[in-house]
């Protein structure tokens, strides 16, 4: 009977397999775009084959002894003997299973989390560029120190450079992640945490927060745009001479749990605040000054009708003259 059913059983498994593997080509982490992507894609790769062939094992020693030991009129009840000890040898057998498996895995992926912490070995020999990545609820913002410019909810890069982002919060605990760029990494308030990544060739990609921060987090999105060497300069001039300040006031209301459209500043917010150290406490009293409060469901609460009414105006013209100024961050 087994033989009958075998052929069905491997052309149903090997449908089974490339349907689920034909999804993969549509997936951003599946289709990466800088070499720290790329070793993440392989390494997520080796872990699923590895995982497939563990499961065609098993399945097949599962349907061999479901066959094999089925109950039927011409079985032969001397070729199974249930009550006997339990065997040394195959206890040892399926105890190691489990231990090569784990060194199977754990091997390549403390290699690759190792790799990560360095740039990218192609272009190791160029000064990377340093980015200061800050989350907010429920946005992003950039801050070039180098360059002297900020920019809200994108960030220009130029192809083929390593980028070192230092990655921290104001509020909320969040996950920095491009994933046809690179792995994620955690920002926390008083904490900086590196992430090197690098661009291989012009493009926009998506940019997002992956830990869950409350309502408004699905929102809290970015671009990340890759120029080329050229293009990004342009941008730098550009931005140094045209882009608006970015004021104390206008930062303050970055603070405020909401979001907000692409932003460009021609200096950045590390005069002002530098949340790698601050823990928090500067978005708590910017919330307290204009009367917002987070209530325990996560929701947002105002008080003083006035004051949130001078707030949201402000906010508005604050918006409009940042967005005359992100125009130029496309090129």
Request: glycine content about 6%; aromatic content about 10%.
């Amino acid at each position: 009977m087994f033989k009958k059913v075998k052929p069905f059983l491997s052309v149903m498994m090997g449908l089974f397999f490339v349907t689920i593997l034909s999804g993969c080509s549509e997936l951003a982490i599946f289709d990466p775009k800088g070499p720290n992507a790329e070793t993440l894609r392989d390494l997520i790769m080796y872990s699923i084959y590895f995982m497939i062939f563990i499961m065609i094992v098993v399945y097949v020693l599962f349907t061999f002894v479901i066959v094999k030991y089925r109950d039927r009129k011409n079985f032969n009840p001397k070729d199974h003997e249930p009550d006997i000890h339990g065997s040394t040898k195959l206890e040892i057998i399926w105890t190691l299973i489990p231990i090569v498996i784990i060194i199977a895995l754990s091997i390549p992926t403390v290699k690759v989390l190792y790799q990560l912490e360095e740039p990218p070995k192609e272009t190791a020999h160029k000064e990377p560029i340093v980015i200061h990545a800050t989350s907010v609820d429920w946005k992003w913002i950039f801050s070039y120190p180098e360059e002297d410019i900020e920019t809200v909810n994108y960030v220009n890069v130029p192809e083929d450079h390593p980028i070192l982002f230092k990655i921290t919060s104001a509020d909320s605990m969040s996950s920095f992640w491009v994933p046809q760029i690179g792995g994620q990494e955690y920002g926390m308030p008083g904490m900086v945490n590196d992430l090197y990544l690098q661009a291989d060739e012009p493009g926009e990609y998506e940019g997002m927060n992956s830990n869950f921060t409350g309502q408004g987090m699905s929102h809290q999105q970015f671009n990340f745009v890759a120029l080329t060497e050229g293009e990004y300069q342009d941008w730098v001039q550009d931005t140094q001479e045209n882009a608006p300040e970015l004021t104390e006031e206008t930062y303050e209301k970055l603070m405020l749990p909401e979001t907000v459209n692409e932003m460009t500043f021609s200096n950045t917010h590390l005069d002002i605040v530098d949340h790698g150290i601050d823990s928090g406490e500067y978005a708590i009293e910017v919330r307290e000054k204009y009367g917002v409060v987070i209530n325990k469901h996560g929701n947002e609460e105002s008080h003083g009708q006035e004051e949130n009414k001078d707030t949201q105006e402000n906010q508005e013209e604050s918006d409009s003259t940042s967005n005359e100024s992100s125009s130029h961050h496309h090129h």
